[in-house]
C-alpha cells in the first residue's frame, strides 16, 4: 500500500555531512546510504509515493547564519535528492501529487522553525517560490513568531507569528503545529485555514511537551486539520524503545476522538535516535500497514496511509 510521510530530516544530514567532510570523508549518497533513513532504495521498498524533506536549522547556529544554512538545505535537496535520483519528483504545489507516475516518489519541502527568516517576509516568499508547501513555526525553542514546545514561558504567537500564518492562508501553505507551545497551537487554530501536525502524538498516552493534549486533537479535527503520527518511542511511551502496537495505540486513540479520516504518517526518520521496532526506517513501512489491517478495514489503512491527507482540505 502507498504511503505519504510527511517528516524526515535528510536535508540535515546531507548538509551536515557535505559541508562537514574533512580528510576527503566520503559524500552520503542519497540514493543508497545506510546512514539516511529515507535514502531512495527505502522509499521504494517501503511504497513510500511522497516524502517530505523538512529545512531545520539548529537554535545554537547564530542568526547571521540561519538563512544560509536554510539555502544549503534547499541547495542538497536539488543537488542530491532530485538531481541524481530521477525517481523523485519535486512537488511544488499541491496538484503535482496527481502528475507522479508509477515509480516516481514525490519529494515535499518543508520548513521545521521560522528562525531561518527571521522576520525578513521577503525570505518567507523565497521559500514558498522554493516550493515549501508546510512552515512549522517554531521548533522545541522560542523565535520570533512564537514559542516552541518547550519554552518555560509558553507564550503564543507574535503579531509577526501571526502574519505568517495568513501569508500561509494566503498560499495555500500547511501551518505545522507540531514544535509549537500550548499557547500558540491555540493562536494558530484561531487563524490557520490549513491547520497540521506533521509528526505528533497523543498526550494521554504520553505526556510529552511535543504531544497533543485531547482538546487539542478535538480542535484540529473539528477544523479539518490532520495529525500524523511519529515513530519516535519518547513521543509513543516516554522510552527509548517501543513497539508497532504501541504506535498503533496512539492511532486507535485518534480515531476514538472521531479522526480516522484525519490521520497520517509522520516518522522523523533521519531526526531521530531511538526506534520503534520493525519501523527503524523507511523500507519498514508495510510492517506497519500490515499491523494496521489486523485491526481496521483496508479503506481505513489506506486513508492512514495516503488518502486522508490527498482528500485534505488544501486539495480542495
Known sequence: MRVIDTHCDALLKLQMNKSGRRNNAELLNYKDSIQIETNLINLQKGNVMAQFFAIFIYPEVPSDQKWQHALEQIDVFHTEVLAKNPEMKHIKKWGDFANLKDGEIGAVLTLEGADAFGNDLMKLRHL?????????????????????????????????????????????????????????????????????????????????????????????????????????????????????????????????????????????????????????????????????????????????????????????
Not at 200 to 209: F, K
Open 128 to 316: 514558498y517560490r522554493e516550493g515549501v508547501l508546510s512552515i512549522g513555526l517554531t521548533w522545541n525553542n522560542p523565535n520570533l513568531c512564537a514559542d516552541g514546545a518547550e519554552e518555560p514561558r509558553g507564550g503564543g504567537l507574535t503579531l509577526f507569528g501571526k502574519e505568517v500564518v495568513k501569508l500561509n492562508n494566503e498560499n495555500r501553505v500547511l501551518t505545522d503545529v507540531s514544535h509549537l507551545s500550548e499557547k500558540g497551537f491555540w493562536d494558530v487554530m484561531e487563524l490557520a485555514e490549513y491547520p497540521f501536525a506533521s509528526h505528533s502524538n497523543v498526550r494521554a498516552l504520553c505526556d510529552h511537551p511535543r504531544n497533543l493534549y485531547d482538546t487539542q486533537i478535538k480542535s484540529m479535527f473539528e477544523n479539518n486539520g490532520l495529525i500524523h503520527v511519529v515513530y519516535y518511542p519518547p513521543f509513543i511511551n516516554g522510552k527509548e524503545a517501543a513497539t508497532i502496537s504501541d504506535v498503533i495505540s496512539h492511532i486507535d486513540h485518534l480515531c476514538s476522538l472521531g479522526g480516522v479520516k484525519q490521520i497520517g504518517f509522520g516518522s522523523d526518520f533521519d531526526g531521530i535516535n531511538f526506534y520503534t521496532e520493525n519501523l527503524e526506517d523507511s523500507s519498514k513501512y508495510q510492517n506497519l500497514i500490515n499491523e494496521l489491517l489486523k485491526r481496521y478495514s483496508e479503506d481505513e489503512v489506506r486513508g492512514f496511509a495516503h488518502q486522508n491527507f490527498l482528500g485534505s482540505k488544501v486539495f480542495k
